[in-house]
């Protein structure tokens, strides 16, 4: 219970919940109402960094949210051209994450990670359709158990300025395990084969948790 109340907190929290703190007290020193706008603002810092654990199907057949947040997107369409895979049709599912979202995003299968591309770009709102292509972003191709191509993309939005990536090339991962986050505010995108979709726009998603697509 008190894990649930009190997640515990991805690294890159703890500096900003330092700083946070710092400027709280500082307001405290001119103000009470400047004091409870900081302590409002740390209890915001901590609830943005949250890192709760989160309990996978841990099935081959499914494919599980890389991401918490409302789904934008299940549509079929040209592969990544990042990994050379434009001519080569697969489907796309996009989760945009807004700055009350868990921002801890997790592989959506089991598998290999047999590329990962860093591409910098822009800051557009992550819910826009060319945040897929100009934005910042990071690029994940993962080989799942079954030989299937599965594409994961971090996207930075309007107010994220960092991603973050916890995962290294020749990887192996199970279902579900982090890959990284991104800070303050973004999306990510799904490109997949073989599957068949289990979700549709609108939906909320729960990263680790929600079943995306089926065999």
């Known amino acids: 219970m008190f894990s649930k109340i009190f997640p515990k907190i991805h690294v890159e929290g703890y500096k900003f919940l330092v700083i946070s703190g710092i400027i709280t007290i500082v307001f405290y020193i001119f103000s009470d109402f400047l004091a409870l706008l900081g302590l409002l603002l740390t209890i915001w810092v901590y609830y943005f960094f949250r890192d709760p654990e989160r309990i996978t199907i841990d099935d081959d057949n499914y494919l599980v949210s890389p991401a918490d947040g409302e789904v934008i997107k299940v549509e079929e369409v040209d592969g990544p051209k990042e990994f050379n895979l434009e001519n080569k ?16 995003n997790r592989t959506p299968c089991a598998g290999k990670i047999e590329e990962i591309l860093y591409k910098p770009g822009k800051f557009l709102n992550a819910s826009f359709d060319k945040a ?5 972003r990071n690029y ?21 300025r960092r991603i973050v990536c916890e995962t290294s090339k020749d990887q192996e991962l199970k279902q579900g395990e982090r890959v990284g986050m991104i800070r303050f505010g973004s999306r990510a995108d799904i490109y997949y084969e073989n599957y068949e979709p289990l979700v549709k726009v609108g939906q909320r998603a729960i990263s680790g948790e929600t079943l995306l697509a089926k065999k």
């Not at 049709?89 to 801890?104: G, P, W």
């Not at 897929?132 to 910042?136: A, I, K, R």
């Not at 994940?140 to 994220?160: F, P, R």
């Open 132 to 136: 897929s292509e100009d934005n910042e």
């Open 140 to 160: 994940y191709k993962i080989k799942d158990n079954q030989n299937n191509d599965i594409i994961l993309v971090q996207i930075a939005g309007l107010v994220a």
């Open 89 to 104: 049709r697969f489907r796309k599912i996009s989760i945009f994450m807004n700055v009350f979202d868990c921002h801890v």
